[in-house]
């Protein structure tokens, strides 16, 4: 069982780009999944998460309002749409999920995330 990112690439400032995060060998039925992201010489941040149970999004303040979280069980996928892109947000971008989970909520839980998939770059740049 393992989870894959793709969708990462270079995007001009102000551009959108769609990542996916899809699960295989398993089924996304309940479950917490988790974007990350990493830029050279910064720690990891947690960009945001959805638990599956009651639909809970949560985004990180340096990206609400911009980022979308969603889930869609058809295609067993999570996807982080990402729109007004800044430069700033160039990182190597990862999920993570947590399977199965039954919480409400994806915050301030002590989740400890079993699926992590290898990263998709995403560069911001005119």
């Known amino acids: 069982a393992r989870v894959v990112e793709s969708g990462g690439g270079l995007v001009q400032p102000g551009g959108s780009l769609r990542l996916s995060c899809a699960a295989s060998?398993?089924?996304?039925?309940?479950?917490?999944i988790a974007w990350f992201r990493q830029a050279p010489g910064k720690l990891r941040e947690e960009v945001g998460c959805i638990a599956s149970r009651d639909g809970f999004v949560h985004y990180a303040d340096s990206v609400k309002g911009r980022f979308t979280i969603s889930g869609d069980s058809a295609e067993n996928a999570v996807y982080l749409q990402m729109d007004t892109l800044k430069p700033e947000d160039t990182a190597v971008y990862s999920c993570?999920?947590?399977?199965?989970?039954?919480?409400?909520?994806?915050?301030?839980?002590?989740?400890?995330?079993?699926?992590w998939g290898q990263g998709t770059q995403v560069t911001v740049s005119s």
């Open positions: 060998g398993f089924t996304l039925d309940y479950y917490a």
């Open positions: 993570a999920a947590r399977y199965p989970w039954y919480g409400s909520s994806c915050v301030d839980e002590d989740i400890e995330y079993n699926y």
